[in-house]
């Protein structure tokens, strides 16, 4: 249970992240909202993932989702140039993630 509430929080680091940017230096409501209640509801997700995982796989998995996500999300979206390098480092990235759960 533990692994799924961590990835559900590493997804939740991929919402409040991209809301944190259209926030606009949380001057917008909607967006601010958004990554408040997203970026809390990730630590704690995190937190509690922690209480049976090691921190340092706990860690590296909840960033490694965050960030390969919030990257993608950005590519399709349009915000950020789409390349086949970048998809396949990104690809990398989830690769390292689940070898961190299939190591454990």
Same mark, same amino acid.
């Given at each position: ?5 961590? =990835?559900?929080? #590493? ?13 606009? $230096?949380?001057? !917008? ?6 990554? #408040?209640?997203? =970026?809390?509801?990730?630590? =704690? $997700?995190? /937190?509690?993932?922690? !209480?049976?995982?090691?921190? #340092?796989?706990?860690? /590296?998995?909840?960033? #490694? +989702?965050? /960030?390969?996500?919030? /990257? ?20 990398? +990235?989830?690769?390292?993630? +689940? ?6």
């Amino acid at each position: 249970m533990a692994w799924v509430v961590l =990835v559900v929080s #590493g997804c939740l680091e991929a919402v409040w992240a991209t809301a944190l940017s259209r926030s606009e $230096g949380l001057t !917008r409501l909607g967006p601010s909202v958004v990554f #408040g209640v997203s =970026v809390v509801a990730s630590m =704690v $997700g995190l /937190a509690w993932a922690m !209480r049976t995982l090691p921190v #340092g796989t706990s860690y /590296a998995v909840w960033v #490694g +989702i965050g /960030a390969a996500l919030t /990257a993608s999300y950005a590519m399709v979206t349009g915000a950020e140039a789409f390349s086949l390098v970048r998809a396949l480092l990104l690809l990398g +990235i989830v690769a390292c993630v +689940i070898g961190l759960k299939l190591a454990h």
